[in-house]
């Protein structure tokens, strides 16, 4: 079955910088586009940005543009992000999703800013 | 950017009561338009997408409809485990958004 399991928990300081990974298995990873979604605490669902597996081309939301990062590792079936000066705003789960329609959710990562 | 405006904020509803969710969107998606629950301390799970297409191993009592502008989550006959945050989610045009949300509380 479909699977997208990220990596652990992490504790940042502000203006650092974190990298997530989301590891898919069960399908076919260069099939469908990957997502970054993330929630902060007590809040909604905020879309980040998507990555074409095939050709690692990307597209992210103008309130990320300039400090966020995806990438993908065609071998290990590996997607990952990158979110720099990091402040206590970005403290929140960060998940990964497959599909136009997200039909997959990794279990969430989350990501702590604090001094 | 689409911005997708959900209704209610939250609902408060008694079990085998019907619920309905709207989603409006500020300019036409056609039917790219996908549902979403969420229980605390989970990831969200997918409903319905494309506005009215059921998803496999989710109960008939969700369904979706609309086009366009306007959609519609429906939650017949309300059980207990229902209780959670349901969000809509566009796919029309980059970049994707999210509703914000409603949570549906059980009485």
């Known amino acids: 079955q479909v699977q997208l399991v990220q990596s652990g928990a992490e504790v940042k300081k502000p203006g650092a910088s974190v990298k997530v990974s989301c590891k898919a298995s069960g399908y076919s990873f260069t099939s469908n586009y990957l997502h970054w979604v993330r929630q902060a605490p007590g809040q909604g669902l905020e879309w980040m940005g998507i990555i074409n597996p095939i050709d690692g081309t990307t597209s992210y939301a103008p309130k990320f543009q300039g400090r966020f990062t995806m990438t993908r590792d065609t071998s290990t079936s590996t997607i990952y992000m990158e979110l720099s000066s990091l402040r206590s705003e970005d403290t929140a789960v960060y998940y990964c999703?497959?599909?136009?329609?997200?039909?997959?959710w990794g279990q969430g990562t989350l990501v702590t800013v604090s001094s | 950017e689409i911005v997708l405006t959900q209704s209610p904020d939250f609902q408060s509803v008694t079990p085998k009561e019907t619920v309905t969710i709207t989603c409006r969107a500020s300019q036409s998606i056609a039917n790219s338009l996908h549902w979403y629950q969420q229980k605390p301390d989970q990831s969200p799970k997918l409903l319905i997408k494309y506005a009215s297409q059921s998803i496999s191993g989710v109960p008939s009592r969700f369904s979706g409809s609309g086009s366009g502008t306007d959609f519609t989550l429906i939650i017949n006959s309300l059980e207990a485990e229902d209780a959670a945050t349901y969000y809509c989610h566009q796919s029309s045009s980059l970049p994707y958004t999210f509703g914000g949300g409603t949570k549906v509380e059980i009485k």
């Open positions: 999703a497959r599909d136009s329609w997200l039909s997959s």
